[in-house]
C-alpha cells in the first residue's frame, strides 16, 4: 500500500497484512537461498507508505524482510493531514507501527520456514533513524542489531528547532530569505576558509566544529552586485541557522546545522527551496504543527512560542515521537548492537544531535565512573560514525557510500566490531575516492604517503 512496484527480485512469497486501527505492512520471503535472517525496513519523513525498492534490497541479499506504512498512507513525504485529531495514529506513526509489524512478520518468518530466523537486523535513516532508535530504547528484545543513520530521534524538538527554527530565520522576514543560486557563494567561502583545518584540501571538512567562518565576510558593500554578496538580514539568517534554536532564557533547544556542503545538492532544497515557502523544512514545520500538535489548519508560524509552545509539543506528542532514552543497557544486556551514522553536511538534521545524543548514553553506561571507561564499555554495543561530507542520508561532497549492514552482521554474528567502515564516492558512474568512516570521537588521519583519495592511507585516531 503506498509503496512503489519493486524491480530486480528474485521470486518470493509475499504476505500483505493490516494491524489495527490501520497500520498496513508486507512480509517478503525468499523461496530459495534464505539466509537464515530477518530485516526489518525502516521509513522517511512522515512514512505513509511502504519501501519496496529497499525490501527488494533486503530480499537480494537473501533476508526474509518486512516493513510498514505505520498505521496511514501518505500523500507527500511531508504529508501530515493523516493525524488531524488522530492521538493513536499518532502514536503507531512514533513507535507502535514498527514494533508490531516487527513482532508478527517474525513470527510469519518462523511459520513459513519452520524455524525463527537465525538474527534478525533493523535498517532505517532519517525518520527510520529515529524508528531504530526507538526500538532499541523501547523494545530492546525486537532485534540483535540496528542501524540508525541521520536519525530524527528528538522529534519534537527538531521539529521546533530545525524545520520550523530554520524557517523562521528566512522567511519570516521576507528579506532574510536565501535563494538558492546564492548558496554556493557561501560554501565556497566556507571552504575557503576552513577546508585546509584538516590537512587536505578536497571540498571536504572532516569536522566543521572547528570551523569559525563568520557569514558577514559576505556581507554587501555599498554599490556591490547583490547576487554576488549576503544582506544583513540573509547573514543574520545564516547565523541562526549554524547558531541553533534557543529560547526565551538563552537555553539551547536543539543543535542548528554545521558549515561545510552549502554549496552542494542539500541546502538548496531544504533551506531554499525554488522560492519562498517551498523548501522542505517549510513543508516538514507547516504539516506537523497544524495537524499533530495545534490541530489547527490556520496556525501561524511566526506566533511560536519556544517556551510555552513547544513544552505544550512535548507533552502532547514527544512521549510518543521522542527516541531520547539514553539508557541503552537493556539492549546491551540483551546482546543487541547499534551503530548510528551521520553525515556531517546534513541539510536536514543537525549531525550534533547524534553527537550529544551518543554522549547521553556514554554518561548513562558509564554509572559515575571516567570518560574513557564509559566510552570504551559504550563501544562494546554501540558506535557512532560521522561521515564527513555526506549530506542527509547520501550525496554531499565527501564518500557517503558504505555497507554498514556487512559491519554489523560481523558484529554481532562473528563478535568483529567495526574499527572502520569504508565510504566512497561515486562521479560519473566511478568511485573516484575512499575514506574510512571511523567510531567516534576517532577521525580519520592520513599517514603522509599515499593518495588521499585512497581508504588504505588514512587511519582512526583519537583527535
Same mark, same amino acid.
Given at each position: 500500500?503506498?509503496?512503489?512496484?519493486?524491480?530486480?527480485?528474485?521470486?518470493?512469497?509475499?504476505?500483505?497484512?493490516?494491524?489495527?486501527?490501520?497500520?498496513?505492512?508486507?512480509?517478503?520471503?525468499?523461496?530459495?537461498?534464505?539466509?537464515?535472517? @530477518?530485516?526489518?525496513?525502516? *521509513?522517511?519523513?512522515?512514512?505513509?507508505?511502504?519501501?519496496?525498492?529497499?525490501?527488494?534490497?533486503? =530480499?537480494?541479499?537473501?533476508?526474509?524482510?518486512? /516493513?510498514?506504512?505505520?498505521?496511514?498512507?501518505?500523500?507527500?513525504?511531508?504529508?501530515? $493531514?493523516?493525524?488531524?485529531?488522530?492521538?493513536?495514529?499518532?502514536?503507531?506513526?512514533?513507535? &507502535?507501527?514498527?514494533?508490531?509489524?516487527?513482532?508478527?512478520?517474525?513470527?510469519?518468518?518462523?511459520?513459513?520456514?519452520?524455524?525463527?530466523?537465525?538474527?534478525?537486523?533493523?535498517?532505517?535513516?532519517?525518520?527510520?533513524?529515529?524508528?531504530?532508535?526507538?526500538?532499541?530504547?523501547?523494545?530492546?528484545?525486537?532485534?540483535?542489531? !540496528?542501524?540508525?543513520?541521520?536519525?530524527?530521534? +528528538?522529534?519534537?524538538? @527538531?521539529?521546533?528547532?530545525?524545520?520550523?527554527?530554520?524557517?523562521?530565520?528566512?522567511?519570516?522576514?521576507?528579506?532574510?530569505? #536565501?535563494?538558492?543560486?546564492?548558496?554556493? =557563494? %557561501?560554501? +565556497?567561502?566556507?571552504?575557503?576558509?576552513?577546508?585546509?583545518?584538516?590537512?587536505?584540501?578536497?571540498?571536504?571538512?572532516?569536522?566543521?566544529?572547528?570551523?569559525?567562518?563568520?557569514?558577514?565576510? =559576505?556581507?554587501?558593500?555599498?554599490?556591490?552586485?547583490? /547576487?554576488?554578496?549576503?544582506?544583513?538580514?540573509?547573514?543574520?539568517?545564516?547565523?541562526?541557522?549554524?547558531?541553533?534554536?534557543?529560547?526565551?532564557?538563552?537555553?539551547?533547544?536543539?543543535?542548528?546545522?554545521?558549515?561545510?556542503?552549502?554549496?552542494?545538492?542539500?541546502?538548496?532544497?531544504?533551506?531554499?527551496?525554488? /522560492?519562498?515557502?517551498?523548501? =522542505?523544512?517549510?513543508?516538514?514545520?507547516?504539516?506537523?504543527?497544524?495537524?499533530?500538535?495545534?490541530?489547527?489548519?490556520?496556525?501561524?508560524?511566526? $506566533? @511560536?512560542?519556544?517556551?510555552?509552545?513547544?513544552? @505544550?509539543?512535548?507533552?502532547?506528542?514527544?512521549?510518543?515521537?521522542?527516541?531520547?532514552?539514553?539508557?541503552?543497557?537493556?539492549?546491551?544486556? *540483551?546482546?543487541?548492537?547499534?551503530?548510528?551514522?551521520?553525515?556531517?553536511?546534513?541539510?536536514?538534521?543537525?549531525?550534533?544531535?547524534?553527537?550529544?545524543?551518543?554522549?547521553?548514553?556514554?554518561?548513562?553506561?558509564?554509572?559515575?565512573?571516567?570518560?574513557?571507561?564509559? !566510552? /570504551?564499555?559504550?563501544?562494546?554495543?554501540?558506535?557512532?560514525?560521522?561521515?564527513?561530507?555526506?549530506?542527509?542520508?547520501?550525496?554531499?561532497?565527501?564518500?557517503? &557510500?558504505?555497507?554498514?549492514?556487512?559491519?554489523?552482521?560481523?558484529?554481532?554474528?562473528?563478535?568483529?566490531?567495526?574499527? &572502520?567502515?569504508?565510504?566512497?564516492? #561515486?562521479?560519473?558512474?566511478?568511485?573516484?575516492?575512499?575514506?574510512? %568512516?571511523?567510531?567516534?570521537?576517532?577521525?580519520?588521519?592520513?599517514?603522509?604517503?599515499?593518495?588521499?583519495? +585512497?581508504?588504505? *592511507?588514512?587511519?582512526?585516531?583519537?583527535?
Amino acid at each position: 500500500p503506498g509503496g512503489t512496484a519493486a524491480v530486480d527480485a528474485p521470486a518470493f512469497c509475499r504476505v500483505a497484512g493490516v494491524i489495527a486501527p490501520a497500520v498496513n505492512f508486507e512480509v517478503w520471503l525468499p523461496e530459495s537461498g534464505w539466509n537464515g535472517k @530477518f530485516q526489518g525496513i525502516g *521509513n522517511g519523513g512522515m512514512a505513509g507508505s511502504i519501501y519496496y525498492d529497499r525490501m527488494a534490497t533486503a =530480499l537480494r541479499r537473501g533476508y526474509a524482510t518486512a /516493513a510498514t506504512d505505520t498505521g496511514h498512507v501518505s500523500e507527500g513525504v511531508f504529508d501530515a $493531514t493523516w493525524a488531524f485529531g488522530r492521538p493513536d495514529l499518532i502514536e503507531d506513526f512514533g513507535h &507502535r507501527g514498527l514494533h508490531l509489524t516487527t513482532v508478527n512478520a517474525k513470527a510469519i518468518t518462523a511459520a513459513h520456514y519452520g524455524r525463527p530466523p537465525d538474527y534478525s537486523y533493523y535498517v532505517g535513516c532519517s525518520k527510520g533513524g529515529q524508528q531504530g532508535l526507538m526500538e532499541a530504547q523501547r523494545y530492546p528484545d525486537d532485534y540483535d542489531g !540496528l542501524i540508525a543513520g541521520n536519525p530524527a530521534h +528528538d522529534w519534537t524538538s @527538531f521539529y521546533a528547532g530545525a524545520h520550523l527554527w530554520y524557517s523562521l530565520a528566512t522567511l519570516a522576514d521576507p528579506d532574510s530569505y #536565501i535563494p538558492a543560486d546564492k548558496l554556493p =557563494l %557561501l560554501g +565556497d567561502a566556507v571552504n575557503a576558509a576552513c577546508d585546509a583545518l584538516d590537512g587536505i584540501e578536497d571540498g571536504v571538512l572532516d569536522d566543521p566544529r572547528a570551523c569559525d567562518f563568520d557569514p558577514a565576510e =559576505l556581507t554587501c558593500a555599498a554599490g556591490q552586485d547583490p /547576487a554576488t554578496c549576503f544582506t544583513e538580514k540573509q547573514v543574520e539568517a545564516v547565523r541562526a541557522i549554524w547558531s541553533g534554536a534557543t529560547n526565551a532564557a538563552g537555553e539551547r533547544i536543539y543543535p542548528g546545522l554545521v558549515p561545510g556542503g552549502e554549496g552542494t545538492p542539500g541546502w538548496d532544497r531544504w533551506v531554499s527551496g525554488e /522560492a519562498p515557502f517551498t523548501s =522542505l523544512h517549510w513543508l516538514a514545520a507547516e504539516g506537523f504543527f497544524r495537524n499533530l500538535v495545534f490541530d489547527d489548519l490556520d496556525w501561524d508560524f511566526r $506566533t @511560536f512560542d519556544y517556551d510555552e509552545d513547544l513544552a @505544550f509539543a512535548l507533552e502532547k506528542v514527544g512521549v510518543v515521537l521522542d527516541a531520547v532514552d539514553p539508557d541503552l543497557r537493556p539492549l546491551r544486556d *540483551n546482546g543487541g548492537k547499534l551503530i548510528v551514522y551521520h553525515g556531517w553536511s546534513d541539510a536536514d538534521i543537525s549531525p550534533l544531535s547524534s553527537i550529544d545524543y551518543y554522549a547521553d548514553v556514554v554518561s548513562v553506561v558509564g554509572e559515575g565512573r571516567e570518560h574513557a571507561a564509559a !566510552l /570504551a564499555d559504550t563501544r562494546e554495543f554501540f558506535r557512532l560514525f560521522m561521515a564527513p561530507g555526506m549530506g542527509h542520508c547520501a550525496g554531499g561532497p565527501g564518500p557517503d &557510500r558504505f555497507d554498514a549492514l556487512t559491519a554489523l552482521e560481523q558484529w554481532v554474528e562473528e563478535g568483529r566490531a567495526p574499527d &572502520r567502515i569504508v565510504a566512497s564516492r #561515486i562521479r560519473d558512474g566511478e568511485v573516484d575516492r575512499t575514506r574510512p %568512516l571511523c567510531p567516534y570521537p576517532e577521525v580519520a588521519r592520513w599517514t603522509g604517503s599515499g593518495s588521499t583519495d +585512497d581508504a588504505a *592511507n588514512f587511519e582512526c585516531v583519537m583527535p
